[in-house]
């Protein structure tokens, strides 16, 4: 393992303290999980906060019938995250995806399964800065929104400072301006996605030492994050916090967020309140013929700590996959909790 010397110099200074960040909070881009349904429940909690779609590759993106791009733009603001390492179809599918009026195109380098290594994207693009540099330059060459790179602290044994800090630098020089930075290594071969979510220790600190050493990029940080306390922490060391499987299993999260990081005078959104702003887009998304579980396997998480939670969860899952369950179903779920 390379030793951490000879690293780049920057002057230290503040970490932003502007609450209107784009990114200061985002909820991560989750294979099967944030899809635009779940994206639309999210926004019902909070208004502010940056939401991300699933990897959507290239290939599917140029290739398949269906409109991968698709999305409500009351979901809005959402980031798109790409998956590929060919900068012209990097390039023409950010295009794309401006012109839908995604807010942010973010390019997946953190993803460690080997389906996604077989495509040559996801985590192994950390060991290629040079093409990595490449694929931002052509995406911003094509486009007027942020350009972003979401990755990890190190591959394999790749994984001293120097090494993050040399691929960060040359990912900036072609420039890009931000990082999401999920604040543990990868291994490429040896564990499944959901090992190396958990294995691989967590490394705050580096992150934290990124800032320092690149005071004029705005790092966001990632990983075992979950609760507001450790938010406001983390946000005296870095500009932005992205949280991923606590915010899709305990969304009631998503209701304090406004209030919290943002502006104090937003009020707090309860789980009830957000599912009851649910029933009109679940009732619009029905009669375009969207069976009701696509939507509501989402909203299964919405009242952990509540009694009746368990209920809720069960008669969900016991009825929205019917035939012509319709936005009833919820009406009835919602009647066995209790909120405190």
């Given at each position: 393992?390379?030793?951490?010397?000879?690293l780049?110099h920057f002057?230290a200074s503040?970490?932003?303290?502007?609450h209107?960040?784009?990114?200061?909070?985002?909820v991560?881009?989750?294979?099967?999980?944030?899809?635009?349904?779940?994206?639309?429940?999210?926004?019902?909690?909070?208004q502010?906060t940056?939401l991300?779609?699933?990897m959507?590759?290239?290939?599917?993106?140029?290739?398949a019938?269906y409109?991968?791009l698709?999305y409500?733009?009351?979901?809005?603001?959402v980031?798109?995250?790409?998956?590929?390492?060919?900068?012209?179809?990097l390039q023409?599918?950010?295009?794309?995806?401006e012109?839908?009026?995604?807010q942010?195109i973010?390019?997946?380098?953190?993803?460690?399964?080997?389906?996604?290594?077989n495509?040559?994207f996801?985590?192994?693009?950390?060991?290629?800065a040079?093409?990595?540099?490449?694929?931002v330059?052509?995406?911003?060459?094509?486009?007027?929104?942020?350009?972003?790179?979401?990755?990890?602290?190190?591959?394999?044994?790749?994984?001293?400072?120097?090494?993050l800090?040399?691929?960060?630098q040359?990912?900036?020089?072609?420039?890009?301006?931000?990082?999401?930075?999920?604040?543990r290594?990868a291994?490429?071969?040896?564990?499944?996605?959901?090992?190396?979510?958990?294995i691989?220790?967590?490394?705050y600190?580096?992150?934290?030492?990124?800032k320092?050493?690149?005071?004029?990029?705005l790092?966001?940080i990632?990983?075992?994050?979950?609760?507001?306390?450790?938010?406001?922490?983390?946000?005296?060391h870095?500009?932005?916090?992205?949280?991923g499987?606590?915010?899709?299993?305990?969304?009631?999260?998503?209701?304090?967020?406004?209030?919290?990081?943002?502006?104090?005078?937003c009020?707090i959104?309860t789980?009830?309140?957000?599912?009851?702003?649910?029933f009109p887009?679940i009732?619009?998304?029905?009669?375009?013929?969207?069976y009701?579980?696509?939507?509501?396997r989402h909203?299964l998480?919405?009242?952990?700590?509540?009694?009746?939670a368990?209920?809720?969860?069960?008669?969900i899952?016991?009825?929205?996959?019917?035939?012509?369950?319709g936005?009833?179903?919820?009406e009835?779920a919602?009647s066995?909790?209790?909120?405190?």
């Amino acid at each position: 393992m390379k030793q951490e010397k000879n690293l780049p110099h920057f002057s230290a200074s503040s970490t932003s303290s502007n609450h209107f960040y784009r990114g200061r909070f985002s909820v991560a881009p989750m294979l099967d999980w944030t899809t635009r349904h779940c994206r639309y429940f999210h926004r019902q909690f909070t208004q502010h906060t940056l939401l991300y779609t699933e990897m959507v590759t290239t290939g599917a993106i140029i290739h398949a019938k269906y409109d991968h791009l698709d999305y409500d733009v009351a979901e809005n603001p959402v980031a798109l995250q790409l998956g590929g390492s060919d900068p012209g179809q990097l390039q023409y599918c950010a295009k794309k995806a401006e012109e839908r009026g995604y807010q942010e195109i973010n390019l997946n380098v953190g993803c460690p399964s080997d389906r996604v290594q077989n495509g040559m994207f996801g985590a192994c693009l950390m060991g290629k800065a040079d093409l990595v540099a490449q694929c931002v330059t052509q995406m911003q060459s094509a486009v007027n929104i942020p350009v972003t790179v979401k990755t990890r602290i190190g591959i394999d044994e790749f994984d001293s400072y120097e090494f993050l800090c040399d691929f960060v630098q040359k990912v900036h020089s072609a420039g890009c301006q931000e990082f999401i930075v999920h604040a543990r290594k990868a291994w490429l071969s040896g564990l499944s996605p959901k090992e190396n979510r958990e294995i691989p220790p967590l490394n705050y600190e580096r992150v934290y030492q990124l800032k320092k050493d690149f005071p004029h990029l705005l790092i966001s940080i990632n990983g075992g994050i979950k609760t507001i306390e450790e938010i406001q922490q983390h946000l005296h060391h870095v500009d932005g916090i992205m949280v991923g499987r606590e915010a899709y299993q305990n969304p009631a999260l998503l209701g304090y967020i406004d209030q919290a990081l943002f502006d104090p005078t937003c009020a707090i959104v309860t789980p009830r309140q957000a599912v009851e702003k649910m029933f009109p887009y679940i009732e619009q998304q029905l009669s375009q013929g969207v069976y009701l579980n696509h939507i509501a396997r989402h909203m299964l998480g919405a009242f952990q700590q509540c009694k009746g939670a368990r209920q809720w969860r069960r008669y969900i899952s016991e009825n929205a996959h019917k035939a012509h369950a319709g936005v009833e179903v919820i009406e009835k779920a919602l009647s066995f909790v209790e909120e405190k």
